[in-house]
Nanobody, 123 residues
Framework: QVQLVESGGGLAQAGGSLRLSCAAS????????MGWFRQAPGKEREFVAA????????YYAEYVKGRFTISRDNAKNTMYLQMNSLKPEDTAVYYC????????????????WGQGTQVTVSS
């Protein structure tokens, strides 16, 4: 198992920016891919972005392309999600996930999850 802790959520205005962080510990050599998901009240958890642990391939949901950037710092075992040009519809709890295969984009493909961090975007 991999332990994941998200941080960086908060309140932003439409058009503003936030950067989320996910610190990983434990059996980090097994999280072949890591990703970000989000879940708004009354909605299903949906894919945001993912990055492979070994070769650094990036994957984005269509609705965040050009606005969000996923990255990692292997020395710190930390993954980031830079969110720019935020929209009210980005409001959700954002979850860090690990253990997926390269190219995984479904929640069921990941075995480890953080507790989530709230992102609220006002109009």
């Amino acid at each position: 198992q991999v332990q994941l802790v998200e941080s960086g959520g908060g309140l932003a205005q439409a058009g503003g920016s936030l950067r989320l962080s996910c610190a990983a510990s434990g059996r980090t050599f097994n999280y072949y891919a890591m990703g970000w998901f989000r879940q708004a009240p009354g909605k299903e958890r949906e894919f945001v972005a993912a990055i492979s642990s070994s070769v650094g391939r990036l994957y984005y949901a269509e609705y965040v392309k050009g606005r969000f950037t996923i990255s990692r710092d292997n020395a710190k075992n930390t993954m980031y999600l830079q969110m720019n040009s935020l929209k009210p519809e980005d409001t959700a709890v954002y979850y860090c996930a690990a253990g997926g295969h390269v190219g995984a984009m479904n929640p069921g493909d990941f075995g480890s999850w953080g507790q989530g961090t709230q992102v609220t975007v006002s109009s």
